[in-house]
């Protein structure tokens, strides 16, 4: 019996213990405010940085215009599919430099500066390669290390597939879902403990490893807190933005199929609006993601012990 008085007071000390982090972060409701009012406030600031995704999209625009109708392979056809290729690659880039651009200015802003978006974007050249370095590690851990248990799984079920053990495809099934669970378990328990690579490189001038170390010495002890904080605001934003392009995307596909269903110059010209359409909105939406963890990053700093 002592031993289990020892465990639930044990127990209930850290369930005070967590209570009293929660209390030392903001909100969630503080955190969507505090959010949503800087958003307002430097709105031409940060779609200053954004917009220029639609920039980086021209090549694929482009793509699109020259596609040809049917199975043509054209020289045509092939400077199409490359600029959608090279399109997809420039774009790529340029979300990691304004991703960058977009944490400098929250810096700048923080503290009480004004941001001009043309010299915060060029300030972000000096600051990509290790923003990349240490993304590149970030990812490792939690992509990477969580997917290694499902190849090995994928290429297991592979090697017995014409098996006809009931044995050895139990044991299979059970290693694929095993597989499954890990890749869950710890993606996202990496996920959130590297979160803030982008604030510790970016803010606190940590590199490679380093950058990594520092964002999970700020989750440590307080992973649980910091996971709703992470994921619950950004995955309302996403949803309502979702639910905005699904809903755009639908009205101009129902216009496109009733007008263009003889004419492929008309049916590319939707295509181009819709590409632009969905540009367009990631670039109002990612501001937000970044502002959360942002507001994240700093109250974990502040709090920490």
């Known amino acids: 019996m002592q031993v289990?008085?020892?465990?639930?007071?044990?127990?209930?000390?850290?369930?005070?213990?967590?209570?009293?982090?929660?209390?030392?972060?903001?909100?969630?409701?503080?955190?969507?405010?505090?959010?949503?009012?800087?958003?307002?406030?430097?709105?031409?600031?940060?779609?200053?940085?954004?917009?220029?995704?639609?920039?980086?999209?021209?090549?694929?625009?482009?793509g699109i215009v020259l596609s040809q109708d049917g199975n043509d392979l054209s020289?045509?056809?092939?400077?199409?599919?490359?600029?959608?290729?090279?399109?997809?690659?420039?774009?790529l880039f340029a979300s990691l430099h304004i991703a960058v651009a977009l944490v400098l200015s929250l810096r700048d802003q923080g503290r009480?500066?004004?941001t001009d978006p043309r010299t915060v974007l060029k300030q972000a050249f000096s600051y990509d390669i290790?923003?990349?370095?240490?993304?590149?590690?970030?990812?490792v851990y939690s992509v990477v290390l969580p997917l290694l248990p499902l190849v090995l799984s994928g290429v297991l079920l592979a090697f017995t597939m014409e098996s006809s053990s009931a044995f050895?495809?139990?044991?299979?099934?059970?290693?694929?879902?095993?597989?499954v669970l890990f890749g869950l378990v710890v993606g996202l328990k990496y996920l959130i403990t590297f979160n803030f690579v982008p604030y510790t490189t970016?803010?606190?001038?940590?590199?490679?490893?380093?950058?990594?170390?520092?964002?999970?010495?700020?989750?440590k002890g307080r992973w649980w807190p910091t996971l709703w904080r992470v994921l619950l605001p950004k995955a309302l934003y996403t949803l309502i933005f979702a639910i905005i392009l699904a809903a755009i995307l639908w009205g101009t596909s129902t216009v496109a199929v009733a007008v263009s269903q003889d004419s492929f110059y008309l049916a590319k010209f939707f295509a181009l609006l819709n590409f632009f359409?969905?540009?367009?909105?990631?670039?109002?939406?990612?501001?937000?993601?970044?502002?959360?963890?942002y507001y994240v990053y700093e109250n974990l700093e502040a709090t920490r012990e």
Do not use: Q
Not at 10 to 19: N, R
Not at 130 to 139: D, F, G, S, T
Not at 168 to 179: D, F, N, P, Y
């Open 277 to 293: 359409i969905s540009t367009l909105l990631n670039a109002l939406l990612l501001p937000l993601l970044i502002v959360n963890d």
């Open 202 to 219: 970016l803010l606190a001038d940590e590199r490679g490893m380093k950058s990594l170390r520092a964002s999970s010495a700020l989750v």
């Open 130 to 139: 290790p923003y990349i370095w240490a993304m590149l590690l970030k990812n």
């Open 112 to 114: 009480g500066k004004h």
């Open 4 to 62: 289990f008085y020892r465990v639930s007071f044990d127990c209930c000390v850290y369930a005070v213990y967590l209570a009293c982090l929660m209390k030392s972060l903001l909100s969630l409701g503080s955190l969507i405010d505090k959010t949503l009012e800087h958003y307002k406030t430097h709105a031409p600031s940060l779609l200053g940085v954004t917009f220029w995704l639609l920039v980086a999209g021209l090549p694929s625009g482009l």
């Open 75 to 91: 020289f045509t056809t092939w400077t199409s599919f490359g600029l959608n290729i090279v399109g997809g690659i420039i774009t």
């Open 168 to 179: 050895i495809g139990t044991a299979v099934s059970l290693t694929i879902l095993g597989a």
